[in-house]
């Protein structure tokens, strides 16, 4: 790979290439963009910000469904020396808040969105009150990817230690945090990863993860454009829709390199154990890698057990470490290599001691993957709690240091000190073990909880739960926990509450309800404590939680509230005499678990998440195939709307 000093100097060398992006946005809907195509309309639509007024060092928050003008204004903001600044497209108040909150800690924003986009902003800005919004969403608002005048921009000079762009992590919504990554952290990063990779010419690659998460676009995107391969971006929202789409595409387009978090392997199994997926070859893939979040050693043997006959290789699991503030990449394993873990004795994880080995039938013996070793232009070490540095098998503190290191948080001084320890190396809030030679990440000295490969911190979903009439902060804690090496993690709401069990169910439903329609997220457990332990400066002790309901402390309280009798089976009374209806309920029991869903509940509005609300329809279309698709639940959102809706296609 060519060594280059800045992302405008890579976008320069590779723009004469026939080389070519193809966008996957639906089951028949593909366009194709070439690299040259995409300098061209970078520069055009660079042109059209510049004739607006913006310079060098204002922010483009770049906002939009589609994978295609999301590049395009990525790049014009890149040539123009205007920091990009990628934002999922959220779907619940939480995500829309975040958007507004980023705004506002920025200097001179511009919003650069989809028309539709732009008028759902505008609806709930105007529902929430944000007046301070609105000169965002008029004046300083860009829907159109031309320019007008036909005018092409002007390329600024940028020096590599200059900032590229602007990665806020899917952390906290009410304290929004921006990674600056300059032009030497991305490009010291993509050389490390083409190495790490062994990338070949005969290298192409395909990827669902969205734009705005770095593994999307530094890792699969800009990596590719980097070493001059093809590469495939498929729809986000399409792979969750369709996930079997995915490896069928892999099969046909002959992709090398895939990647996914541990619930993009779980999400496509379920779908392919209820509907197996047509004839494919997937022996050419070579790597599929795996973060993001923690990864199980047990889905990733299931993922590859049941992809074997297709011809998928054991060695292509490729199960990484990294972060934003690292430009995404820590350590790679060897290619070529299968992949392995180690077990440990749960109680043995305390910072500064040995880890305990553990066997298979030890009930406390918990496995953890082994991610590999650093990769070039970046080290890490693991440390105890004063910084002093550990001897390999002790569980410490993750840090990090290396060229492909943030320099700090956007216009946030005190966080960013708070960032790094005096002799220069980052906090990652990571705890590991360096265990034969590869890194082990072991938990979280920060409490954040990972859903879906998206970022959580317990205290915004504290905020939310304490909203509730007779809750209050200090009575709740939030927390995530994986209760076996073959589950997601799972989240975990205590509730300070001292009443009886009958009256605590409906305060189950009443946090359930607020927690999905708020942020978008499905509670797994919510459980009645007696008391929040904190330590003695008051601060919630979040892991003991976790700790004592992963030893069983809460399993005859839950067992309890499990036998007492639920809501929804009143509903069904209701719709018995519908048998269509009937069957749409228990389609959607199956999914949403022991959340209440009424025959006249819009779907959209029951507090279960866009993954779930995908699983119940793909299942009704699996049920009734060829007379509702997806597409038709907006239109028909209850389960008496579909009820009807089937009623009149059959």
């Not at 506002?104 to 539709?116: S, Y």
């Not at 390999?392 to 840090?399: F, H, K, M, S, T």
């Not at 915004?460 to 926990?481: M, N, Q, R």
């Amino acid at each position: 790979m060519t060594t280059y000093k800045t992302l405008i100097e890579l976008l320069d060398h590779r723009q004469d290439t026939d080389k070519l992006i193809r966008f996957i946005d639906g089951t028949d809907d593909e366009s194709l963009l070439t690299f040259t195509d995409l300098r061209s309309r970078a520069i055009h639509f660079l042109g059209a910000l510049q004739d607006r007024g913006m310079k060098a060092g204002d922010e483009l928050i770049i906002l939009s469904g589609s994978n295609e003008r999301f590049l395009i204004a990525f790049w014009a903001a890149i040539l123009g020396g205007i920091l990009p600044i990628p934002i999922a497209v959220g779907i619940n108040d939480e995500q829309r808040l975040k958007i507004f909150r980023i705004a506002a800690r920025l200097q001179n924003p511009t919003l650069f969105t989809d028309e539709a986009l732009q008028e759902r902003l505008k609806t709930f800005a105007a529902v929430q009150g944000l007046s301070y919004a609105n000169s965002l969403l008029d004046r300083k608002c860009v829907t159109n990817i031309d320019n007008p005048s036909g005018r092409d921009g002007t390329v600024q000079h940028r020096e590599p230690d200059d900032l590229a762009f602007i990665q806020y992590s899917s952390g906290s919504t009410s304290d929004p945090k921006g990674v600056c990554l300059t032009h030497r952290n991305l490009t010291t990063t993509l050389e490390s990863m083409v190495r790490g990779l062994e990338l070949t010419e005969e290298d192409s690659a395909l990827s669902w993860m969205p734009l705005t998460h770095d593994m999307g676009l530094i890792g699969y995107h800009l990596t590719f454009f980097a070493t001059g391969l093809n590469h495939t971006i498929m729809d986000t929202s399409l792979f969750v829709r369709r996930p079997l789409l995915w490896l069928s595409k892999a099969s046909e387009l002959r992709a090398t390199i895939l990647c996914s978090p541990n619930f993009g392997y779980k999400h496509y199994l379920k779908m392919f154990v209820r509907k197996p997926a047509p004839e494919m070859d997937l022996s050419c893939v070579r790597l599929m890698l795996n973060g993001a979040e923690p990864i199980s050693a047990p889905l990733c043997d299931e993922f590859l057990d049941a992809t074997a006959p297709f011809g998928l290789k054991r060695s292509a699991m490729f199960p990484v470490y990294g972060l934003a503030e690292a430009t995404l990449a820590v350590t790679f394993p060897k290619t070529g290599k299968e992949f392995s873990w180690i077990l440990v004795q749960r109680h043995s994880l305390r910072i500064g001691e040995p880890y305990a080995p553990a066997n298979a039938e030890d009930h406390d013996a918990v496995g953890f993957v082994k991610l590999g070793s650093a990769i070039d232009n970046c080290e890490y070490r693991i440390v105890d709690n004063d910084d002093g540095v550990l001897a390999d098998g002790c569980v410490g503190n993750i840090q990090i240091h290396g060229e492909n290191i943030t320099k700090g948080l956007y216009r946030d001084p005190s966080a960013t000190e708070e960032l790094f320890t005096d002799d220069g190396w980052l906090r990652t809030g990571d705890c590991g073990i360096c265990a034969e030679g590869e890194l082990v990440i072991t938990g979280r000295a920060k409490d954040i909880i990972i859903v879906n490969g998206q970022n959580y911190y317990p205290h915004d979903i504290e905020e939310i739960v304490a909203k509730l009439d007779g809750l209050e902060l200090g009575k709740v804690a939030v927390t995530g926990a994986i209760p076996s090496p073959t589950e997601v993690e799972e989240i975990l709401v205590f509730i300070l509450y001292r009443k009886d069990l009958p009256s605590f169910r409906e305060l189950v439903t009443r946090v359930r309800d607020i927690v999905g329609i708020q942020a978008g997220l499905e509670v797994d457990r919510v459980i009645p404590v007696t008391r929040i332990p904190k330590t003695t400066s008051g601060k919630v002790q979040r892991a003991k939680l976790t700790l004592e309901y992963l030893d069983g402390d809460f399993d005859v309280v839950l067992q309890q509230l499990n036998q007492l009798p639920k809501r929804s089976t009143l509903y069904v009374q209701e719709v018995v005499s519908d048998p269509l209806a009937s069957e749409l309920m228990a389609i959607c029991a199956e999914f949403s678990h022991d959340r209440k869903i009424g025959p006249d509940d819009n779907l959209f509005e029951v507090g279960i998440s866009s993954l779930t609300l995908t699983e119940i329809m793909l299942a009704v279309e699996e049920k009734f195939p060829g007379l509702i698709d997806i597409n038709d639940l907006f239109e028909h959102p209850t389960i008496n709307d579909m009820s009807a809706f089937l009623a009149n296609k059959s």
